[in-house]
């Protein structure tokens, strides 16, 4: 869950020392210990600097009378640059959005409780904890169309519901989708299932939620953001534009084509199309788990399958 997990998961607590701690005393420290690297300072409370082995060293003794000169001073005084500082409340994803913006070469940086000392982590733990929650994903996604499967997802719901942050969620169906694939191949079904998820993706970025592919023609979408039913149209929108590119120019004259149904018999199937069902965001906080709000999902597509056409139905149902 790269997304949603917090930096406090990497956070080390290093006893910090105050600011007014004279530089000798932090000479000491480093020797006494040969492996602490990083010194968190602090002033009332709050973080203000990071005293990095290295740095320190290289400053203090980079003239003879190093020590004469700053060894009585305050370690506060021997802080020049400002570390990085995040809230523990922040995403992983976040802090490394803000850190690669930055474009700065920190080894480590803070991180705080409403601006109170919290713990400090590195870069590399950072990457870390990314690299794994990426091999997470890539064991979990769909080897088609590499989105992440139920079990992510499912894990998302339940994290957004322990933390009571609002969401909808959305269930995307295809619509004629098998008499599709027995008309053009599966190939051609495969070719459909990526153009969805392209579609799914490019409306939903990391900040306005999640995309899942469940399986089959199923996707789940967590909407994160309020403007939810807009996307969803969005989608819907775009989705349609599309389809006449997957048909031949008399199936799309035709607005579909003729093919057996599962009993065998002729019938007309028309142009492929989404269902999806919506569980508003005021239904989802009342529920329990992500098994309640599957269940409503389900019962809001089987609705949306009424319509003809691209439609979306919302499961306002109250727990």
């Given at each position: ?159 957004l519901l322990s933390e009571q942050q609002s ?11 098998k008499p599709y694939n027995d008309m053009y ?135």
């Amino acid at each position: 869950m790269l997304n949603s997990k917090k930096v406090e998961v990497i956070a080390n607590f290093i006893t910090p020392i105050s600011a007014r701690i004279s530089v000798n005393s932090v000479l000491e420290l480093f020797q006494q210990d040969d492996n602490l690297n990083l010194i968190p300072v602090i002033e009332e409370g709050i973080a203000i600097g990071l005293i990095v082995r290295e740095k320190f060293f290289s400053k203090l003794f980079s003239s003879r009378y190093g020590i004469e000169l700053y060894g009585k001073q305050p370690i506060k005084a021997f802080i020049k640059d400002t570390p990085f500082s995040f809230d523990r409340n922040l995403t992983i994803q976040q802090v490394s959005k803000q850190l690669t913006t930055a474009m700065r070469s920190d080894q480590a940086f803070l991180i705080t409780d409403n601006g109170a000392y919290f713990g400090i982590a590195t870069i590399l733990n950072l990457l870390e904890e990314i690299t794994q929650q990426q091999i997470l994903s890539a064991k979990q996604a769909n080897p088609l169309t590499l989105l992440p499967g139920s079990v992510y997802i499912n894990e998302c719901i339940n994290h957004l519901l322990s933390e009571q942050q609002s969401f909808c969620v959305g269930y995307f169906d295809l619509d004629n989708f098998k008499p599709y694939n027995d008309m053009y191949g599966y190939s051609a079904g495969d070719n459909i299932i990526k153009a969805v998820a392209d579609t799914l993706t490019k409306h939903i970025p990391p900040e306005s939620g999640y995309v899942g592919h469940i399986g089959g023609d199923d996707f789940i979408v967590i909407f994160t953001t309020e403007d939810w039913l807009i996307e969803c149209q969005n989608i819907l929108a775009d989705f349609e534009k599309q389809v006449p590119g997957f048909y031949q120019a008399e199936h799309v004259q035709a607005g579909g084509f003729y093919c057996d149904d599962r009993q065998g018999k002729k019938q007309f199937f028309s142009l492929l199309s989404l269902s999806v069902g919506l569980v508003d965001a005021e239904t989802t906080s009342q529920c329990c788990s992500h098994v309640d709000i599957a269940d409503l999902a389900s019962e809001a597509k089987k609705q949306a399958k009424k319509f003809t056409g691209n439609s979306y139905f919302i499961n306002r149902r109250k727990q």
